[in-house]
């Protein structure tokens, strides 16, 4: 079983930046791929980056591509995604998600989630 909680959310204007956090429990985190996604008012939860266990291949939707850094540090549990020049449209509740795929973008490849972090962007 894996616990991830994620930090870092907050309210930032557009052109600024934030850094997520997702920590897991447990000792096998650097046997699962790690990867965050978005969900928006009304919208479907979307697949936003992910990072491999194997070699730490990374992979980013083409909107977020060029401005979002998906991240590990597996000696201390966690996941980062810093998030550079935020536009009003990635405003969601971002989560973090664990598989022992080797890597996926598909919500229902994910075994573990964290509760959700709220990154608010104003125009």
């Known amino acids: 079983q894996v616990q991830l909680i994620e930090s870092g959310g907050g309210l930032v204007q557009a052109g600024g930046s934030l850094r997520l956090s997702c920590t897991a429990s447990?000792?096998?985190?650097?046997?699962?791929?790690m990867a965050w996604f978005r969900q928006a008012p009304g919208k479907k939860r979307e697949f936003v980056a992910v990072?491999?266990?194997?070699?730490?291949?990374?992979l980013y939707e083409d909107r977020v591509k060029g401005r979002f850094t998906i991240s590990r540090d597996n000696a201390k549990n966690t996941a980062y995604l810093q998030m550079n020049s935020l536009k009003p449209e990635d405003t969601a509740v971002y989560y973090c998600?664990?598989?022992?795929?080797?890597?996926?973008?598909?919500?229902?490849?994910?075994?573990?989630w964290g509760q959700g972090a709220q990154v608010t962007v104003s125009s």
């Open positions: 990072i491999t266990a194997s070699d730490s291949t990374t």
């Open positions: 998600a664990a598989t022992k795929r080797d890597y996926s973008v598909i919500v229902e490849q994910f075994d573990y």
């Open positions: 447990g000792r096998a985190f650097s046997t699962y791929a």
